[in-house]
Antibody
Framework: QLQLQESGPGLVKPSETLSLTCNVS??????????WGWIRQPPGKGLEWIGS???????YYSPSLMSRVTISVDAPKNQFSLDLSSVTAADTAIYFC?????????WGQGALVTVSS | SYVLTQPPSVSVAPGQTARISCGGN??????VHWYQQRPGQAPLLVVY???DRPSGIPDRFSGSNSGNTATLTISRVEAGDEADYYC????????????FGGGTKLTVL
């Protein structure tokens, strides 16, 4: 059974880098023909795609966040990570990782990250 | 970038049919997906590729797509269907961006 689990600090200071990791079990992020991505949801607001990578190595980012986002992969640990730099209060959100092709069939439970001094 | 427009809210009585729209320029040419999100939970895929349902999703959930509007239809609405619903498309022709609609709050009266 596929499971995704986000982990990382729940509190980040303004101007610093937000870092989260998604641990995957039940599927291989480096060999399955899926994309693996990050989506966020500010409190009380809608969903926003951040970026995704394909198992072959290609990475895609939201145009609005591209300058601050990096998604990296640790294949031996079967996990992938999100780094979002120069954060502000507007980056406060629940961050989800997900497996997808055109649509996302599996999601993590989400991790709340608050940006505050 | 591509924009999807949903009504903020839809209300329906139990047993009736709810229809949630998702507007976008020539959306009829795209594969549209729908997610249900209950408070405090991750989104759940309820319809993909316009009209297909994942395993375990009741056939009360159906989708259609034509012209500039895609629609999620929920028949015989139950109290448990009360949730936020999001449409989504994947723009594979430009930058592989995922785009979500703003979400619709379904209230069961």
């Amino acid at each position: 059974q596929l499971q995704l689990q986000e982990s990382g600090p729940g509190l980040v200071k303004p101007s610093e880098t937000l870092s989260l990791t998604c641990n995957v079990s039940g599927d291989s992020i480096s060999s399955s023909s899926y994309y693996w991505g990050w989506i966020r949801q500010p409190p009380g607001k809608g969903l926003e795609w951040i970026g995704s990578f394909y198992y072959s190595g290609n990475t895609y980012y939201s145009p609005s966040l591209m300058s601050r986002v990096t998604i990296s992969v640790d294949a031996p640990k079967n996990q992938f990570s999100l780094d979002l730099s120069s954060v502000t209060a507007a980056d406060t959100a629940i961050y989800f990782c997900a497996r997808h092709r055109s649509s996302a069939d599996s999601w993590g439970q989400g991790a709340l990250v608050t940006v505050s001094s | 970038s591509y924009v999807l427009t949903q009504p903020p809210s839809v209300s329906v009585a139990p047993g009736q049919t709810a229809r949630i729209s998702c507007g976008g320029n020539n959306i009829g040419s795209k594969l549209v997906h729908w997610y249900q999100q209950r408070p405090g939970q991750a989104p759940l895929l309820v319809v993909y590729d316009v009209r297909d349902r994942p395993s375990g999703i009741p056939d009360r959930f159906s989708g259609s797509n034509s012209g500039n509007t895609a629609t999620l239809t929920i028949s015989r609405v139950e109290a448990g269907d009360e949730a936020d619903y999001y449409c989504q498309v994947w723009d594979t022709y430009s930058d592989h961006s995922w785009v979500f609609g703003g979400g619709t709050k379904l209230t069961v009266l």
